[in-house]
């Protein structure tokens, strides 16, 4: 406890020492011949006083001032008993511990609150034997307790384990003096040490009534030992946190005189605070920026906020990096449209070969700005089609031929709708989303931004993001798009967005109603020679650094590598496969060997290795039961025969090479139209109840579906029950009904370009498909007899023989009575 404070009034001219001296001057109680002594009790509250030690104590009650007044005019000791529970004003024999300490008392002085204060010091252990009185004060007779006061080996062990102890403990705890460490080291007694050390600690009350409770020296240092152990671990800890605590401070306060004085000398030289000139420079910079007024609103007060900051303060980087963004956009920033519409046309010729409705659809557009240039509303395209057909690369054309900037946002695998519009600003190392981040690499607000792989978004817990699309895609509202970090309108309408695709199925219905289709249905062999011819061909001998040897192609040569090298509806794979000839020509010339000038269709096994793609080929001969079909496919047009067999069964109809199910649909169709037409094609029906027909489309490891064979099963089918031939020189394709009729398909200048490349002579297209020969080739036109077919009966007449080569299926007759 510390020492108590006491007022003039109380005339108190004595020093501490001397005070501490009148205590030294009262002796102890001189036991009777029973060893008891008799003495006035002194009840402590929430305080331990050990023998030898002195203490300051309050004293309160009425009864323990009698006690203490009575002593003092005695010159008696009192014994002072450690209440059990504190709260208790007027304490009986049993709210005491049994043990106590005798102590000698000194001069009482007056407190400010009333209260009156004295010093005591312990002098020994007593054992209560029985309570004289309780009135008007307590008093007891006592046993002293006696302590041994030598010290064995183990005991002079612990002795010193303990003053090691305790001297750690003086280094680490600086409110313990120093001077007690040298008082502990002249104690030779082991129970006075051990009391003197308690009473040194900044030890718990229950931890000072355990070590006053324990009479055996020997057992009290051992506990004391303990305690002392664990003060040492918890002061080490503080002393640890204190340490490093002391070194951020002394760090920032380092830092803080580094650049205050930094500051000065700024000052003097005329320059300024590092940190004010920058937030100067920043305001005028946002004043200087051609900001909309919202947004100029908004950074000015963002710069208020970072003055009014310290310059370290970590928030100082976050605002910061959002007036950046914010100044750093193109918010009014356009370029020019040139809208001169025979140099676009030029331009979107000199870059790409074919691709006629797309550039139809940009001239239309540049059109229609010359004459209104003011128009705000930007087109909003999306280009489908297999990878390799010049999406990409004719996005690039177009900004070419508009003069505007050229952007690019890859969508494929986003799942985060955060991707697009940004992360909140209460994130950690937040940042705008990849529109707006691309809007600021543009430097322009009226770019052409292409966003590829848009049928690649993907969707799950974390957001929708072909949802987020909606707004930027909708010229409805893009003119005030809205990202997350930003929280600012920012318009988009200015911007013509290219979309690329390479299916639509997977597309959202609500994003697809937003932008304007245009298929790019890949490139036809014809369409493929040409590109190899002007683009394909003189890259690669540039890149392969072959210019000078004047290389050429022969045209039989690239239409090897297309039909036996590449399977793709692009040019990336021809494109490849001409690099390997370039790459192979030039190491001939590197290593000074022969090489060729003309690259002929001979030497292109030689340069490329074995052929790598079979392309189907028609029948070679006419056969019963098996009929050619046109199909299309991402990779261009193919051939396909369907086989049909019949043979003995239950009137079963198997499909088998992987037919889907508007395929096996189309088939069953087949089969009704052909029963319903059984007469007037000399089919038995008897023979559709006792044979079973298999139809098979070879090639069975590729996914086949759609209506367009329809009429080839019929056609294959009839031929197998009738015994006619198919001619081996007539393909087909069309949907066909149970009445027979042959209705419109799609892909029919892939269909029909595949029936001249295989050698075909004759292609029977339904009469609704004539439309679509518009773009066909004219070598293909005029080399192949294309017949439109409205009903299945003028395909039968077209394509089957006039007579039976085989002897067709027949029904077995029953008997007309069964023998029992």
Known sequence: MSQPNWTEEDNFDLTLSQRTEELYRIPNLEPNEDGLIEAAVLPLRDMVIFPRMVSPIFVGREASLLALQDALAREHTVIGLTQRDPETNDPGAEDFLPIGVEMAVGRLLNMPDGSRSALVQGRRRVEIVEFIRLKPYIKVRARVIHESTTADKQTQALMRSVLSSFERCIQLDRSIPEESHLFALNISEPGWLADMIATSLALTYEAKLRLLLILDPKTRLSQLNTLLAQEVDVLELEDEIHSRVQDEVDKSQREFYLREQMKQIQTELGEGDIFTRDAVDLKKKVEAANLPEEAKKVALKEVERLNQMPPMAPEVGIIRTYIDWIVDLPWNNSTPDNLDVKNAAKILERDHFGLKKAKERILEYIAVRSLKPKKER????????????????????????????????????????????????????????????TMKRAGTSNPLFMLDEIDKLYSDFRGDPASAMLEVLDPEQNNAFSDHYLELPFDLSKVMFVTTANSLSTIPAPLLDRMEVIEFPGYIEEEKLEIANRYLIPRQIEENGIEELSLKFETEALQKIIREYTYEAGVRGLEREINRVCRKIARLKAEAKKYPAIVSADMIEKLLGPQQVFPAEAERNDEVGVATSLAWTETGGEIMAVEVAIFEGKGGLQMTGQMGEVMQESAQAAMTYIKSRAAQLKIDMEIFERFDIHIHMPEGGIPKDGPSAGITMATA????????????????????????????????????????????????????????????????????????????????????????????????????QEEE
């Not at 909140?424 to 190392?429: A, P, V």
């Not at 370009?753 to 005029?782: I, Q, Y």
């Open 717 to 816: 089918i009839t031929s197998a029950l009738t015994g006619r031939p198919v001619s081996k020189h007539v393909g087909m394709t069309g949907e066909i009904t149970l009445r027979g009729r042959v209705l419109p398909i799609g892909g029919v200048r892939e269909k029909v370009l595949a029936a001249h490349r295989a050698g075909l002579k004759t292609v029977l297209l339904p009469e609704k498909n004539l439309k679509d020969l518009v773009d066909l080739p004219k070598t293909a036109k005029s080399e192949l007899k294309i017949v439109p077919v409205k009903h299945m009966d003028d395909v039968l007449d077209i394509a089957l023989g006039k007579h039976a080569v085989l002897e067709p299926p027949k029904a077995k007759k029953k008997d007309s």
């Open 378 to 437: 930007q087109p909003i395209l999306c280009f489908v089609g297999p990878p390799g057909v010049g999406k990409t690369s004719l996005g690039r054309s177009i900004a070419d031929a508009l003069g505007r900037k050229f952007v690019r946002v890859s969508l494929g695998g986003v799942r985060d709708e955060a991707e697009i519009r940004g992360h909140r600003r209460t994130y950690i190392g937040a940042l705008p989303g990849r529109i707006v981040q």
